[in-house]
T-cell receptor, first 110, second 121 residues
Framework: QSVLTQPPSASGTPGQRVTISCSGS????????VAWYQQLPGTAPQVLIS???QRPSGVPDRISASKSGTSASLAISGLQSDDEADYFC???????????FGSGTKVTVL | QVQLQESGPGLLKPSQTLSLTCTVS??????????WSWIRQYPGKGLEWIGY???????YYSPSLKSRVIISVNTSENKFSLNVTSVTAADTAVYYC?????????????WGQGTMITVSS
């Protein structure tokens, strides 16, 4: 069972906005920066967001993220078929002394 | 552009030692501000952080794996390695080597393509 809790799935039609939540605790999200990763089918994860809301170069601005207390969220606006993937949140956990990942959310474009 | 490539055996028998190597190209492993990491992904898609190492050899391991894992670095060959002893079927996973950028809040900014490791008798 993952330390960071994500919904198993999310979906939307092309052009819609989809939001993915990530719930943690004071020892991880509450005290450390959050990163988000996208994993397209059959490929390695790629970073989408670092330090809670920062987009690396090349990540479109229709991808956004936020953090409040012990929870974080990722939003994908203008949903496209290319967005069909698994999405993972992550953070360092000060109590477990380990980098933890969420269980992953599969996004489906209807 | 930094790229990472894993190499390893693919198939192991229970109780054997898993040895994987990650070759870093397009940049130096001696670059400060980065840790060189190993992560695995189970068939059901869950990700597990194994540990990382700095270019100077400082290591950090997941407490749950610490007794069986060693990560080492070879700066002259621009490679780093993972050894996992006494493997069982529970170690079956895709293993990724990756770069952790400490300047990005420990985000993992570069991943290898991954290598499937199966433990079976």
């Amino acid at each position: 069972q993952s330390v960071l809790t994500q919904p198993p799935s999310a979906s939307g039609t092309p052009g819609q906005r989809v939001t993915i939540s990530c719930s943690g605790s004071s020892s991880n999200i509450g005290s450390n920066p959050v990163a988000w990763y996208q994993q397209l089918p059959g490929t390695a994860p790629q970073v989408l967001i670092s330090k809670n809301y920062q987009r690396p170069s090349g990540v479109p601005d229709r991808i956004s993220a936020s953090k409040s207390g012990t929870s974080a969220s990722l939003a994908i606006s203008g949903l496209q078929s290319d967005d069909e993937a698994d999405y993972f949140c992550s953070a360092w956990d000060d109590s477990l002394n380990v980098y933890v990942f969420g269980s992953g959310t599969k996004v489906t474009v209807l | 552009q930094v790229q990472l490539q894993e190499s390893g055996p693919g198939l192991l028998k229970p109780s054997q030692t898993l040895s994987l190597t990650c070759t870093v190209s397009g940049g130096s492993i001696n670059s400060g501000g980065f840790y060189w990491s190993w992560i695995r992904q189970y068939p059901g898609k869950g990700l597990e952080w194994i540990g990382y190492i700095s270019y100077s050899g400082s290591t950090y391991y997941s407490p749950s794996l610490k007794s069986r894992v060693i990560i080492s670095v070879n700066t002259s060959e621009n490679k780093f390695s993972l050894n996992v002893t006494s493997v069982t079927a529970a170690d079956t996973a895709v293993y990724y080597c990756a770069r952790t950028d400490m300047g990005l809040g420990e985000a993992i900014d570069i991943w290898g393509q991954g290598t499937m490791i199966t433990v079976s008798s």
